[in-house]
């Protein structure tokens, strides 16, 4: 089982940046790694996932060249830093891991979740 907690979430002003991070209660290396979001009314959407073993980053195109998804050396703790940051990014944001299967951008597949963290971007 693997437990998330991630932090970092703030209010900001459109243009500003922010640095989430995702402290996991184990290893983290062998797994496929992703952050996510939700926004009032909605759909929840993926936004990066890291494949297992040190595999690439994938982004969504609506984040793509503004955030960025790194992981300590320990692979302990996932982070995102987001840059130039708008509105639409208002969001709650989680982290979560896929222990099985491949690796890929389906939200459903992942298994284990944190509790969220609030970023609200003013325009």
């Known amino acids: 089982q693997v437990q998330l907690q991630e932090s970092g979430g703030d209010s900001v002003q459109a243009g500003g940046s922010l640095r989430l991070s995702c402290a996991a209660s184990?290893?983290?290396?062998?797994?496929?790694m992703g952050w996510f979001r939700q926004a009032p009314g909605k759909e929840r959407e993926t936004i990066a996932i890291r494949y297992p073993s040190n595999g690439p980053t994938e982004y969504h195109d609506s984040v793509k060249g503004r955030f960025t998804m790194s992981q300590d050396s320990a692979k302990t703790r996932l982070y995102l830093e987001m840059n130039l940051l708008k509105a639409e990014d208002t969001a709650v944001y989680y982290c979560?891991?896929?222990?099985?299967?491949?690796?890929?951008?389906?939200?459903?597949?992942?298994?284990?979740w944190g509790q969220g963290t609030q970023v609200t971007v003013s325009s």
């Open positions: 979560a891991a896929r222990t099985d299967g491949p690796c890929g951008f389906d939200s459903t597949k992942f298994r284990y």
């Open positions: 184990t290893y983290t290396y062998n797994y496929c």
